[in-house]
């Protein structure tokens, strides 16, 4: 399945140009995503949702008018190569818009040593880590780094709710020592203790080991209820096994990245019957119901596959900015992003049908408000949004939603919690 999907998109890169050259111009955009390594499930899932939101903005457009052509570049999950692929994107491509990484670990990095020195935009559909947020506060991202997931310090505020709602008074932490990890770790506890829960302890570790039993072992001996499991499908599983094989409590809270089947295919469906989780995104709406049609049928995927949706948006955003913006420079790009965004603009969904009818109305001088899969997408002035939450279980293998914060809930628990 990956050695397809890295196959077709790098088709899709060569041959694009060529076959669109009937049009008024064809608009390239980077995409560098994780297709392997440690989050190859997620940027698999994430690279069929950009080639399908790609594929509905040029269904939409007439014979006189802009198409895109995306340049995919495999960051392998590791920062340094993540760095050369954005590298290649913005100096041989010369791409004005890049949408990645999936994660925090290469998403970082491409800000800091590509797009930010470029002032380009940057859209990362998935990477979490507060860090980012600092980055637009301290003004090093130069106000041209956006993403269509909530920072993990409102995810964190989620999970302690959804953990203390299921009863899980007392927990243990095991998360991943990486940015995405050590953020979301910090914010749950945080949460989580402020609003009456009880870590017992947290333990870091080091991704890509072929066993996890001695962190297992020193998580277990503070006897927690209960395992928040801060990781990634396959190092979680892995986690998981041990956990269960050494006595653990079958109770877990899960990151939005382990609503995975993978992942519970490896673990085994009979242990999870008391696991739940949050994901950043809606739980229903008009493009969510396209996106769940459309996606299975492309792609021939689960739509709920982990960072799936906020990768659709995210090409959308990016093709409709850039339809938008009135020059393709990283300032022209940014108000673009935000003329498609507007609470007051036009309200658009998901689709070819959305997207035809949104270029009639940029043409007409609109501004326009993306109700996209995850939900209506408002920027604050760092580029963050600030949710909602879809919450869920898995009961007999399979993931369930259980229903959804809002973002209006999120910063009431926040407040409550006395964390800004």
Request: net charge neutral; proline share 4%; charged share 15%.
């Amino acid at each position: 399945m990956r050695s397809g999907l890295l196959v077709l998109t790098v088709l899709l890169a060569a041959t694009a140009p060529s076959a669109w050259a009937t049009t008024a111009c064809t608009i390239p955009v980077g995409v560098a995503m994780e297709l392997t390594g440690a989050a190859g499930a997620y940027g698999q899932a994430a690279a069929k949702a950009v080639d399908l939101a790609f594929f509905d903005l040029n269904a939409a457009a007439e014979s006189n008018e802009c198409t895109f052509v995306a340049y995919v570049r495999d960051t392998q999950s590791e920062p340094t190569v993540a760095v050369d692929a954005a590298n290649q994107l913005v100096a041989l491509q010369h791409v004005p818009l890049l949408i990645g990484g999936i994660v925090s670990s290469t998403t970082l990095p491409m800000l800091t040593s590509v797009t930010g020195p470029a002032h380009i935009v940057q859209i990362s559909p998935a990477a979490s880590s507060p860090r980012l947020t600092a980055l637009g506060r301290t003004g090093q991202s130069g106000g041209l780094f956006f993403r269509t997931i909530t920072s993990d310090a409102l995810q964190g505020t989620a999970a302690a709710r959804q953990a203390l709602d299921h009863g899980l008074q007392s927990i243990g932490v095991i998360y991943a020592n990486n940015d995405f990890g050590n953020g979301l770790e910090q914010e749950f506890v945080r949460a989580y203790q402020s609003l009456g829960g009880h870590v017992v302890i947290t333990t870091p570790y080091n991704e890509h080991q072929s066993n996890y039993q001695a962190e297992v072992t020193r998580t277990l001996a503070a006897h927690p209820a209960a395992l928040y499991l801060v990781s990634t499908p396959v190092d979680g599983a892995t986690i998981a096994r041990a956990w269960i094989a050494a006595g653990g409590p079958r109770r877990f809270l899960l990151n939005d990245g382990m609503n995975s089947a993978d992942f519970i295919h490896a673990v085994g469906a009979k242990y999870l019957d008391e696991a739940y989780g949050t994901s950043s995104g809606t739980v229903a709406g008009a493009s969510n119901d396209y996106f769940a049609k459309a996606f299975r049928t492309r792609a021939q995927e689960d739509p709920q596959s982990p960072a799936a949706d906020r990768s659709y948006d995210a090409a959308a955003l990016a093709g409709l900015a850039l339809l938008a913006a009135p020059t393709r420079d990283g300032a022209g790009t940014r108000r673009g992003l935000l003329r498609v965004t507007d609470p007051k603009g036009d309200v658009i969904h998901a689709g070819s049908d959305e997207f035809r009818r949104a270029r009639r109305l940029l043409k007409t001088g609109h501004a326009l408000r993306y109700e996209g899969v995850i939900g209506a997408v408002s920027f604050d002035a760092y580029g963050d949004i600030s949710g909602p939450f879809r919450l869920w279980r898995i009961e007999k293998g399979v993931v369930r939603t259980t229903g959804e914060l809002s973002a209006a809930a999120v910063v009431a628990l926040r407040s409550q919690a006395g964390t800004p």
